[in-house]
């Protein structure tokens, strides 16, 4: 994963284009790209700094948790529901969600499903 670049090296850039450098001069100087050059400088301008926005972590998932009541529900209702099951009734509510999204959401929850083996139910002979 790419990291951002220091704000040493941001600083350094900013500070060679508020004496007097162009924004590509500087780029050339600190051997970073032009666009970033500029773009720091229009950040510096717009909110006074040049300092990165948070990198990774989770942007999706938001949609699911909008429904995280319902989807509970459901699942305390009738605890032995299926993914496929679950994702069913959603669908009939509107929300329609891949099979992916509905284990993340579990296992955000630790919430699991113990495979019972057919011989375990039927119990002794």
């Known amino acids: 994963m790419v990291k951002a670049l220091s704000m040493d090296l ?5 500070a060679a284009i508020g004496g007097g450098m162009s924004c590509r ?3 050339l100087r600190f051997g970073v790209s032009a666009s970033s050059a500029i773009r720091w400088r229009d950040m510096e301008r717009a909110q006074g700094d040049a300092t990165p926005k948070p990198q990774g972590g989770d942007r999706r998932s938001e949609r699911i948790e ?3 009541g319902r989807i509970l529900a459901l699942v305390e209702a009738t605890p032995e529901l299926t993914l ?3 994702r069913a009734a959603l669908v009939e509510e509107g929300a329609a969600f891949g099979i992916g ?3 993340r959401f ?3 929850r630790r919430i699991t499903w113990k495979k019972v083996c ?3 139910r039927a119990g002794p002979s």
């Open 10 to 14: 941001r600083s350094r850039v900013l």
């Open 25 to 27: 001069q500087a780029a």
């Open 66 to 68: 909008k429904h995280a």
């Open 84 to 86: 496929m099951e679950i």
């Open 101 to 103: 999204t509905l284990w």
């Open 106 to 108: 579990f296992d955000r």
């Open 118 to 120: 057919a011989c375990c």
